[in-house]
């Protein structure tokens, strides 16, 4: 593309966005971003943008509102400016865990802030390990929905776990589970280490509104080590959950791999006290104070870097699914 490329960043993960600029040799736009005294975000570009391809990252992470607010005004501003095109490059896509009406007078959020994003001036999404897969088609835009997958992998083949079995925390990552096995079979071949690796099922039962309790193991896991995968991390209770139920099950030992550490609460705690061997996670949100130990960063940063790449230079991005 002609378009010179411009990367903007809000106060999300500003760390996040200084290393994406970085993998590519290039710095973050100028802007003035602060706060009105009644608390109201305060913005102006400092850049000429006008027929520029400007990509703005900002992941929605806690403080959710205030950082959704913020994308969506740092996006506006530029479409007033005249920029050729504005791709909003969300690692962490948030309200999408209300994705459909499964009860009476509920919203999907998820679908609202689809519409918000684009309402505001996205042309184009990026995003991360979207906690449902059809949410991308809850957009009128292109999405290109990145996989932390590969990375995941190459840092499980590094513990060098044998008898390797992938856990789903739920039912609802079974595809992700048995994805993610194929993956670290091929790879365990690659490495003359060839060997089934199976995949195994958390049963869950949610005890109340932040509650879940772990009654069930669907697979076999004696005497093997598992890799539970999943999306997000929120309370850690879960998580906690699974990895003792794996064990009494007979499990060697548990490792996690999981993409967004939203970490609310006493979360970090509860890991750190928990009888999980490793917690791997990506900076797509800033990692929490405090949090260390038994949790581990596999950094993102240089993947979203290629993908802004290639969607300015309007290149494919499905290579890049695959860590290629």
């Known amino acids: 593309m002609d378009a010179e490329r411009l990367i903007f960043a809000g106060t999300g993960n500003p760390e ?8 590519l040799g290039e710095g973050l736009g100028r802007m003035s971003l602060g706060r009105f005294p009644d608390g109201e975000v305060s913005l102006k570009v400092e850049v000429n943008v006008r027929g520029r391809d400007c990509f703005v990252i900002q992941p929605t992470c806690p403080p959710v509102n205030e950082n959704l607010m913020e994308v969506m ?48 001036g996205a042309d184009r999404l990026l995003t991360m390990d979207l906690h ?31 008898e390797l079995v992938v856990a789903s925390p739920d039912v609802g990552g079974v595809k992700a589970a048995r994805s993610f096995a194929r993956r670290l079979e091929r790879m365990r071949e690659e490495r003359g280490a060839p060997g089934k690796v199976d995949f ?11 509650e879940v309790a772990a009654v069930n193991i669907i697979g076999d896991v ?15 209770g879960s998580l906690v959950e699974a990895a003792g139920l794996l064990l009494e099950r007979g499990a060697v030992d548990v490792v996690a791999v999981v993409t967004h550490p939203i970490l609310a609460g006493d979360a970090v705690d509860k890991i750190e ?11 797509t949100v800033p990692l929490k104070e ?30 890049l699914f695959d860590g290629g």
């Open 16 to 23: 996040f966005a200084r290393a994406v600029a970085e993998s």
């Open 132 to 162: 449902a897969g059809q949410i991308q088609g809850f957009f009128d835009i292109p999405v290109d929905n990145l996989a932390a997958a590969p990375i995941f992998a190459k840092a499980a083949m590094a513990l060098a776990l044998p």
């Open 290 to 319: 405090g949090a260390g130990g038994k949790i581990k960063v596999c950094s993102v940063a240089p993947l979203f870097g290629a993908a802004i790449d290639a969607i300015h230079r309007n290149r494919s991005v499905s290579r």
């Open 73 to 120: 005004i740092i996006m506006d501003a530029l479409k007033r400016a005249s920029a050729y095109r504005v791709t909003a490059v969300v690692p962490y896509y948030a309200y999408a865990r209300q994705d459909r009406k499964d009860q009476p007078r509920v919203p999907i959020t998820a679908k609202l802030v689809a519409d918000l994003l684009t309402r505001a």
């Open 222 to 236: 004696e005497g093997r080590s598992v890799v539970i995968i999943d999306d997000i991390v929120s309370t850690g």
């Open 200 to 210: 195994a099922v958390v049963d869950k039962r949610r005890t109340g509104a932040e």
């Open 273 to 283: 006290a928990s009888r999980l061997k490793a917690l791997f996670v990506t900076d």
